[in-house]
């Protein structure tokens, strides 16, 4: 039988954002229960206009991985994003990291790429448009 989430063994921290949150914006981030897996939805390329991020620690005992990471995307539309993969993590805050100040309009496309490491799988990117 699967353990049940409780406040004692269900925890997630908000390591990094993009901006200062309000104590509001902070319960919405944890909140990944609205969000939309990345790794569903990237079968074909698509578009997300990013404007905020987050980067999650969780601490869950009822997960086969106790400790990980997972990384919520918000588009200008409100639809919330998440992922644990650190690959697509890598390249969307390289992007955003060159970006954050710029006055450019830009978006990220998010899609697969096959894997040269494993045949049959694909990894999870983004790059800027």
Not at 99 to 128: H, Q, R
């Amino acid at each position: 039988m699967a353990k049940k989430n409780t406040p004692a063994n269900y925890k997630v921290e908000i390591i990094e954002t993009s901006k200062e949150l309000t104590p509001k914006e902070r319960i919405a981030f944890k909140d990944t229960s609205d969000a939309v897996k990345l790794d569903h939805v990237a079968d074909e390329p698509f578009t997300i206009k990013v404007v905020d991020y987050a980067k999650l620690s969780v601490h869950n005992e009822a997960s086969e991985n106790v400790d990980y990471e997972v990384f919520i995307l918000v588009d200008a539309d409100g639809t919330k994003y998440v992922t644990g993969s650190s690959t697509f993590f890598d390249s969307f805050i390289n992007i955003y990291n060159e970006m954050k100040d710029s006055n450019e309009e830009w978006a990220i496309k998010v899609y697969k790429v096959p894997s040269k490491n494993y045949a049959g799988k694909s990894f999870l990117t983004c790059s800027i448009i």
